[in-house]
């Protein structure tokens, strides 16, 4: 148990600490929300709900996807390269401890951002929302972001580190606008509909969306992020044990 907080601990602090990850899961989306929070009005109504809200939910959405998929999968394929996992096998330190550490400090930095998401939105536009919407979209917002991180540890079996941060930054981006995170769904062609819908992005976003605006429970949006998490999990321990997890 020691070795497991110790770990998450020094893992934590590592990825806070990070410039790429100040400016990519910070920064970047506080921008991009205050400028979609301007632009479009705060109070306009959007979906039963706010912009500010709507938008911060996607932003906050955002930031996670990146942070998870992105951020956790180049490190990991980094480690991978410089022989971190060969070396974790000549310590007393369990494989599953490592892993479950590294998860453990991961959703501890999302739950970082969606504090300083919600509080930016509160304390700078004036969002304002019941106690209840804001703790349950914030607890969806850190336990649907589990799935994106098994797509993390997929991206992260990638061989070469600059191919799996090229790979992690589309993917990643292409997720979040086809999902309908930067836009409504609404806005898109049929056909981008037809699949921006079924994308996991948009079930994640999608589900916290419904909170906002007291919508009935999105139980189809959870069951498919569901299913990408252990297809992409599945994935990846498949690759992993193919290839001896080093």
Known sequence: MKGFLAQSKSEALRLI?????????????????????????????????????????????????GTAAGQFGIRLAYERKDGLLKLLKLTPLPMTAWVSAKIASHLLVHLFIIVVMFGYSALVFGTQMTVGQWIGSGLWLLIGSIPFLAL???????????????????????????????MPLSTFPNWMQSIGQWLPSHAYANTSWTIIANGATAWIDMVVLVG?????????????GRRGMA
């Open 17 to 65: 600490r990070s410039p790429f990850f100040l400016l990519f899961s910070v920064v970047m989306p506080i921008t991009f929300y205050s400028l979609f929070a301007v632009l479009n009005g705060t109070d306009t109504e959007i979906g039963n709900t706010t912009w500010g809200a709507y938008s911060l939910m996607s932003m906050t959405a955002f930031s996670l996807i």
């Open 152 to 182: 993390g540890i997929l991206l992260g079996t990638i061989k070469s580190p600059d191919v799996a941060t090229a790979i992690s930054n589309l993917v990643y981006m292409g997720l979040s606008v086809a999902g309908g995170l930067w």
């Open 228 to 240: 990408y998490g252990v297809l992409f999990l599945a994935a990846a321990v498949g690759l992993l």
